[in-house]
């Protein structure tokens, strides 16, 4: 009887302990910023597809443009495996890698391809990504980016906005035979193609929220004018050809309407909206100032906009309910122009004066309104986001020549893309 | 042209014919190649869908648990079984003993009322003897049966005394036994005290000599003490102490610099990771069990465990733990 009392106890002690972890508690508070490690194996392919597309080069070169991550060189490469059963793990984990993508560019018949791919976490070995993409030959891009932000968004936890478009002005040439250029390409300035050449200056690409449209300033008919192009077939419309200024179109969110800057007869430059479907116009400010530079938030309620009407130009919000009332926004600096919102309205991107140069700030809108300097050159102007918010385009100048330049949305990480020829200006990033 | 085809219709017949041979043979052959079609290309097995980590964590996770709560539950199984065959045959045993203590109750129970029932019929026939014998004298044959079973009851009852008178004998040899016995413990104890006596006696003779001896064990004991106590310090100062504080600063310093913060692993994030470690600080595993961030903070977090290993040394050993648990708690 004893025996079998001290056999339940024993059986109720195993089954109710707690596994114990010991209480050495130690708080992580700090993380190095710093690029992750990634190898990304050349894709197995037959030797025509090979010579003509190299994936794993175009992911590579994706992901260390971000700069959040570096890719191990090929020559350190020990081994080539292809799929997932094939990899070593040790032997990469030795190499320091955390992260490896391997895969296949298989074709499939006449100008048809897969690319095959899988990402694995070399540390615990875990399979994150299994995929295939189905390509033309001139899709192999195209798909390529977007194997790049699919191990971009498994990893960093934000969606790539590799496989997205950059809309920018180009002027080639010089006075008095100067060409401007509305241009398209792809977000890593690749496939750069025109959608629309003039003489007179072109201004103000501006994306409807498909991706589908760019709304733009032309002077081709010496005033300026707004025209709205479609991209697959260049069809274009003339949408306000007002008299006066007819200037800085946005798009609002559910791309029905325009917010512009239209003048009255003596000039005073206010914000409007414009209804595309009825061309009805609505006054939306109402000030002896210069009011430009509109810009609409994510809910299409209110509109942040340039105004001087404190003297230097300042940034101002204001809601779209007829009669509402301007709110100044900045306040540090005598010059804050050329608002744009991050994708999720949690920041305000801007041009800031400070020390007598221009400069790319942020504005955070949910808390207490901090103001961060982003760039450091002397003339970076016309920020736009990327559309997952990670980055930020904007214009700059290179030895006197304009060029387009990405800053990460912290500000840690700064790039330049640097076009062959002429100068370039007014970059918009495409929505996803 | 005609003589020439005489003069060599065999050889062209020859030659027609090979021709026909080979082109037909070809044909058979590029009918079969072409009936053996390839495989078809097999596409890798992938799936379409992202395999979340912490889903497959997750599952995993419960695999396990499920696993060893069925382990526990067939340990469980197996014992509370053990433990009842165990009662079982206990139970068993004991009812065998009761049944052979019931049996042996019944047959003494049985003996008794025999003997019992013996007397008394022994005594209803007598009187009824009496009775027929002065009723009437001519029933001698049953007077005869009456007296035979007297005589058996007679024996019975004589057989009971020898018993008794056995079991009186029994007892006497067992206290006899006893006594025996405790004959022998007196004598073993006397023994016993004279040997110690003898050792007292050889103990106090070597008393003086060895005075220095314990002398010098009291000094070791003494010493002993002395580093049992700054043993018992030393562990507790250990594992209070600044000791302890710097293992965790190198714990945290290597992690911290392994860790590759995503965006989203901002201030108000805080994760609790579960580590194992083999000493030598080799990190056996690292699972992130309270989070509130994202997939990519608990990653990262995960990672940068794998990335610190080893983990250092401890400043001292006896603060080596095989499990650790780490918080993260990015400051901004």
Not at chain 1, 211 to 225: H, I
Not at chain 1, 297 to 302: A, N, R, Y
Not at chain 2, 136 to 160: C, G, H, I, P, V
Request: aromatic letters at 6%.
């Amino acid at each position: 009887m004893n025996r079998q009392l001290a056999l339940m106890a024993l059986i109720g002690l195993v089954m109710f302990c707690p596994r114990t972890w010991a209480e050495l508690v130690v708080e992580v508070t700090k993380g190095q910023d710093d690029a992750i490690p990634i190898a990304i194996v050349p894709f197995s392919s037959p030797e025509e597809a090979a010579a003509s597309f190299d994936v794993a080069q175009l992911v590579s070169d994706d992901l260390a443009r971000s700069a959040r991550f570096k890719s191990m060189a090929r020559k350190d490469m020990i081994d080539q495996p292809h799929t997932g059963a094939k990899i070593g793990f040790d032997d990469w984990r030795r190499l320091s890698n955390d992260y490896i993508l391997v895969g296949q560019l298989q074709p499939q018949g006449a100008d048809r391809y897969n690319i095959v791919f899988e990402l694995y976490n070399v540390l615990n070995r875990q399979r994150l990504l299994g995929y295939q993409i189905s390509a033309n030959k001139a899709g192999l891009r195209l798909a390529s980016h977007q194997v790049a932000d699919m191990v971009f968004e498994k990893i960093i936890g934000v969606r790539g906005a590799f496989a997205t478009r950059i809309a920018y002005i180009s002027v080639l040439g010089h006075l008095p035979s100067k060409t401007y250029q509305l241009m398209v390409a792809d977000a890593d300035g690749a496939n750069p193609r025109v959608v629309m050449q003039s003489n007179e200056p072109l201004m103000s690409p501006a994306w409807s929220p498909d991706g589908q449209n760019l709304a733009y300033v032309s002077f081709e008919g010496r005033l300026p004018t707004v025209y709205v192009q479609l991209l697959k077939t260049g069809e274009r419309h003339r949408v306000s050809a007002r008299a006066g200024v007819n200037q800085a179109p946005a798009w609002s969110p559910d791309g029905r309407k325009l917010a512009l800057t239209l003048s009255t007869r003596e000039g005073n430059l206010d914000i409007y909206t414009l209804d595309l479907a009825t061309q009805a116009a609505t006054r939306i400010t109402d000030d002896p100032g210069i009011d430009t530079e509109p810009q609409w938030s994510k809910d299409g309620q209110s509109l942040y906009f340039t105004s001087d009407r404190a003297g230097g130009p300042q940034i101002y919000r204001v809601g779209v309910q007829p009669g509402d009332k301007p709110r100044r926004l900045t306040f540090q600096g005598s010059y804050n122009a050329r608002p744009r919102l991050s994708p999720d309205d949690s920041q305000l991107a801007f041009v800031t004066q400070e020390d007598g140069a221009y400069r790319i700030a942020t504005m955070d809108l949910r808390g207490r309104g901090d103001v961060l300097v982003l760039t450091r050159g002397h003339f970076d102007v016309s920020p736009s986001y990327a559309p997952n918010g990670a980055e930020i385009i904007y214009a700059s100048r290179d030895r006197g020549r304009g060029v387009l330049a990405l800053v990460s949305a912290d500000g840690r990480v700064q790039e330049r893309l640097v076009s062959s020829e002429g100068e370039v200006q007014e970059p918009a990033w495409s929505p996803f | 042209m005609q003589a020439f085809l005489r003069e060599y219709s065999r050889p062209l017949a020859l030659s027609v014919l090979l021709h026909g041979v080979l082109l037909g043979s070809m044909l058979l052959v590029t009918f079969i190649s072409s009936q053996q079609h390839l495989p078809p290309v097999q596409p890798l097995p992938i799936d379409a869908v992202v395999v979340d980590s912490k889903v497959l964590h997750a599952a995993q996770r419960a695999q396990t648990e499920r696993a060893e709560q069925e382990a526990a539950r067939a340990r469980a199984d197996a014992e509370a079984k053990s433990a009842a065959a165990q009662a079982d045959a206990d139970a068993r045993a004991a009812e065998e003993a009761k049944t052979a203590a019931a049996k042996q109750a019944e047959a003494e129970a049985n003996a008794a009322n025999q003997a019992k029932a013996a007397e008394a019929e022994d005594a209803a026939k007598a009187a009824a003897a009496e009775q027929q014998k002065a009723a009437q004298a001519q029933r001698r044959s049953e007077a005869d049966k009456a007296a035979a079973a007297t005589q058996a009851a007679l024996d019975a009852r004589r057989a009971a005394e020898a018993r008794k008178a056995l079991e009186a004998s029994q007892a006497a040899a067992s206290r006899a036994a006893e006594a025996k016995q405790a004959a022998e413990a007196k004598q073993a104890a006397e023994a016993k005290q004279a040997a110690e006596a003898k050792q007292a006696a050889d103990a106090k003779q070597a008393a003086d000599a060895k005075r220095a001896a314990e002398e010098h064990a009291k000094q070791d004991r003494e010493a002993e003490l002395r580093r049992q106590l700054a043993d018992e310090e030393h562990t507790s100062a250990v594992e209070s102490g600044p000791l302890r504080d710097r293992y965790i600063s190198l714990l945290r310093n290597k992690i911290q610099n392994a860790w590759i913060k995503p965006p989203s692993a901002t201030a108000g994030v805080d994760c609790l990771v579960q580590v194992t470690q083999v000493p030598g600080g080799e990190v056996t595993g690292a699972r992130v069990t309270q989070c509130n961030g994202d997939a990519a903070v608990r990653q990262s977090i995960e990672n940068a465990v794998y990335r610190a290993s080893p983990l250092p040394d401890p400043p001292d050993p006896a603060l080596f733990e095989r499990n650790l648990s780490l918080r993260f708690r990015p400051n901004e």
